[in-house]
């Protein structure tokens, strides 16, 4: 009886130990792989990777920052545009970049946001001075639209003329004059997919704004 005792307390012995064994090893490789994953005396952060270059360069300086009013994909009416006056409603198809009071008298300039041909430079209703340029954006062929632009000054742009990312395009019109089209001064950048020219503005519908890129994701 006592045999028999013994042999089961020494069976019992080697199993503890045994699984006391599974356990230190396996606690040895959670601390190892730890330790890989934030390796000792370095910082906890990645190294930092170089920042993705935007596929849009800015078309104003501090693009992003400027856009309070009327972002891409904004539905508006008369009533409810953060814009008053307003004699738009519909879908917003351009993304718009606000000036400060401090830019009212100054001119603003405007760079081209990607490279491409410039394709028409003229006057259009609602817009006042409006550059429409060919670019890529993703792989596809865009139009960018540039509107409310004083187009008169001499920028030695001609239609046709190839033009790189960041070079200056024009100026802001001055708010309420032909140019700007009776609006306050301020930029509207619309980017339309495809080659054909789309000078809507707004739209009435979602499926119709899907013909239009949103440009803050590219900037
Ligand atoms: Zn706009």
Not at 2 to 12: A, D, E, G, P, R
Not at 60 to 67: E, Y
Request: include cysteine.
């Amino acid at each position: 009886m006592k045999k028999v005792l013994s042999i089961v307390s020494v069976i019992l012995l080697i199993i503890v130990l045994a699984i006391l064994v599974v356990f230190i090893l396996n606690l040895d490789k959670a601390l190892k792989k730890q330790n890989q994953q934030k390796p000792s005396g370095s910082p906890t952060t990645q190294p930092s990777q170089p920042a993705k270059k935007p596929a849009l360069s800015e078309p104003i300086s501090s693009a992003k920052s400027r856009i309070t009013k009327k972002p891409f994909g904004i539905y508006i009416t008369p009533q409810t545009s953060p814009v008053q006056p307003e004699k738009f409603a519909g879908y917003h198809t351009g993304t718009d970049f606000e000036t400060t009071s401090s830019e009212a008298s100054v001119d603003v300039p405007i760079y081209a946001a990607c490279g491409g041909k410039i394709r028409l430079q003229e006057i259009v209703q609602g817009y006042g001075g409006v550059i429409v340029q060919d670019c890529t954006l993703d792989n596809q062929p865009v139009t960018v639209l540039y509107g409310h632009l004083n187009i008169r000054q001499a920028h030695v742009l001609s239609v046709g003329q190839e033009v790189n990312a960041r070079d200056k395009i024009a100026v802001l019109a001055p708010e309420n004059s032909e140019l700007s089209g009776g609006e306050r001064k301020h930029l509207h950048l619309g980017i339309h997919k495809g080659t054909t020219l789309d000078f809507r503005g707004y739209v009435q519908n979602q499926s119709e704004l899907s013909g239009w890129l949103d440009a803050k994701s590219y900037l």
